[in-house]
T-cell receptor, first 111, second 116 residues
């Protein structure tokens, strides 16, 4: 089983739609969770950290369910510029500060 | 935000040659840097953790003699792909953990390596 699993998509949605991505992680001892965005042939960029209480940043809302080992990302009012691959990332549980990346979910927002 | 640079941004080399990729943290000190590899349509795979002043820690399946890592200062780590083969062609990305931060890593723009 992969340490971080995501639906690869693609999710093809019209502009203005609301779309949700899910992610599960296997190690219950994980402490830090993130969503990164990666554009084609570019490096990943931090979109937001995910906190236990859930957090929102503009049109983006992230939630964490520790009991189910499940992380979600909700994007409201999708823009064309949101088209990218969204990576679910979990920290390694040793003291090495390693990050474990999911394989990513591809989002395509159409006009 | 913190800036991490990589050089070169792309390189094409012949099979059997060695290629050195530099990763620099431009405006902060990084005791730990990470090297990732990403093949097309796949996610980032951690290759090794580079620690300033000590030996790198390699992930399982990554040959330390083929992928030489040097982290001689708090702002520079290098990855040398020795005796490169076409299957080493990939997107190599480094990240740096800022001293004093928790889990935030800042990524370089990546180096695209093509081995002919």
């Amino acid at each position: 089983r992969k340490e971080v699993e995501q639906d690869p998509g693609p999710f093809n949605v019209p502009e203005g739609a609301t779309v949700a991505f899910n992610c599960t992680y296997s190690n219950s001892a994980s402490q830090s969770f993130f969503w990164y965005r990666q554009d084609c042939r570019k490096e990943p960029k931090l979109l937001m950290s995910v906190y236990s209480s859930g957090n929102e940043d503009g049109r983006f809302t992230a939630q964490l369910n520790r009991a189910s080992q499940y992380i979600s990302l909700l994007i409201r009012d999708s823009k064309l510029s949101d088209s990218a691959t969204y990576l679910c990332v979990v920290n390694g549980v040793d003291s090495s500060y390693k990050l474990i990346f999911g394989s990513g979910t591809r989002l395509l927002v159409r006009p | 935000g913190a800036v991490v640079s990589q050089h070169p941004s792309w390189v094409i080399c012949k099979s059997g040659t060695s290629v050195k990729i530099e990763c620099r943290s431009l405006d902060f000190q990084a005791t730990t840097m990470f090297w990732y590899r990403q093949f097309p349509k796949q996610s980032l795979m951690l290759m090794a953790t580079s620690n300033e002043g000590s030996k790198a820690t390699y992930e399982q399946g990554v040959e330390k003699d083929k992928f030489l890592i040097n982290h001689a200062s708090l702002t520079l780590s290098t990855l040398t792909v020795t005796s490169a083969h076409p299957e080493d062609s990939s997107f190599y990305i480094c990240s740096a953990r800022r001293v004093g931060s928790t889990d935030t890593q800042y990524f370089g723009p990546g180096t695209r390596l093509t081995v002919l």
